[in-house]
C-alpha cells in the first residue's frame, strides 16, 4: 500500500535524523518537522479521513507505532544529547576547589580612634567623665570665653577657618560672635561651665581644625582631647601629678615627665609637658632633635578671668586645664615620623596597629 510506504519513509528519514542530531536544538528541529502542528507524520495523522475505510486500521496501526517509535527515540537522544551538553558546560565552566579562596579582610578599629579611646579610658579610670562640644562653635567660645579676645596677639597661634555667607561676609549668631570651625577643643571648657556647678572632672575629645598646610608635623583637621577640673583647693601639684599619671599610662612607666613654661590665654600659670624620648631614652637622638624629650600637650591653672566667665568664684574654685592633639600622641607612642601617614589609608601602614 503506497501510503504505508510512505509512512515508512517518513520514519526511516525522521528516525536517521534524530540519530545524526548534533545538539539538543537541533533535534528539537527534528521533532517538530516530524511531529509539529505541520510536521509530516502529522500531516497523516490529520488525514486519516480520507483514508478508504478498508485501509484506516492497518494506516492507523502503523502511524500510532511510527509516532511511538519516533518519539522514544526522540527522548533517549534528548536524553543522551542533554547530558554529554551538561558534561560540556561543566568542564569549561569548572571552579577549582583546590585555589585557595582570596581571604576577606577584616576592618579594625582606626589608630587614631583607638588612641583617643585608650586616653578617655584613662581618665574614666580616674573618675572623669567625657563630655563633647560642636565642630561649628562661635567665637565666644572657641576664643572670647577662654579670655582671648578679638585683638589678642594669641589668635595668630590658630589660624581659623571662618564660616561665611553667600556675600563672603562672616556668618555670625545674632550678629555678635563670629562663626567658625573650633581651632581647639578647649571652647568645651567654656560651655561646661557655663553648664555645670564644680566640682568638675571631665576630658572632651574632638575635632577640630586649622588653616594649616599638611605636613610631617601639622594636619588642617585633626582631634584633640581637651580636660578641666575644676574642685575647691586644686594645685599646679594636682594637675602634675595627673599628667604624669596619664602620660605613664599612655607611654609606659619608664618615661618620665617635665613641665617647661609656656603661655596659653585661658591658663595661668601655663606649661607644656614633655616625656623622655621613647627612642633614645633621654640622650638625645634624631627624633628627639637631640633634646631627650619630646612635647605632648599643653597645660595650667584656670585663669581666674575664664572663671568669671562663667561666673565661678575664683575665691572658693580653683582649677586646671590641658589639651593634647591625639594624632601627635598616636606618633610618638608609635615612632611614626609623619602625621600624614595616619591618613593616607595605607593598608600594610595601618594593619600594624
Ligand atoms: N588649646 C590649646 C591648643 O590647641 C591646647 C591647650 C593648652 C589646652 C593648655 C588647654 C590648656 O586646656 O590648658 O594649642
Redesign the pocket.
Known sequence: MAVIDEINEVRTRALADIESAQGTDALDTVRVDVLGKSGALTHYLRSMGSIPAGDRAIVGKTLNSVRDEVETALQHKHDALASAELDQSMAQGAVDITLPGRAQQVGTRHLISGIIDEITDIFRGIGYSVASGTEVETDYYNFEALNTPPDHPARG??DTFYVVDQTGEHSSVRGESDVLLR????GV?AHTMEDQKPPIYIVAPGKVYRRDVADPSHLPQFN?I???VVDKGITFGDLRGTLDYVCKQIFGEDRETRFRPHY?P??EP?AEVDVSCGICHGKGCRFCKGTGWVEVL???MVDPNVFGYADIDPEVYSGF???MGAERIACLKYNVPDLRMLLAGDMRFLRQF
Request: hydrophobic share 30%; with cysteine; aromatic share 14%.
Open positions: 597661634m590658630q581651632t581647639q577643643t578647649s571648657q584633640q581637651e580636660g578641666l596659653f585661658f591658663t601655663s599643653g597645660c595650667g586645664a590641658f589639651g
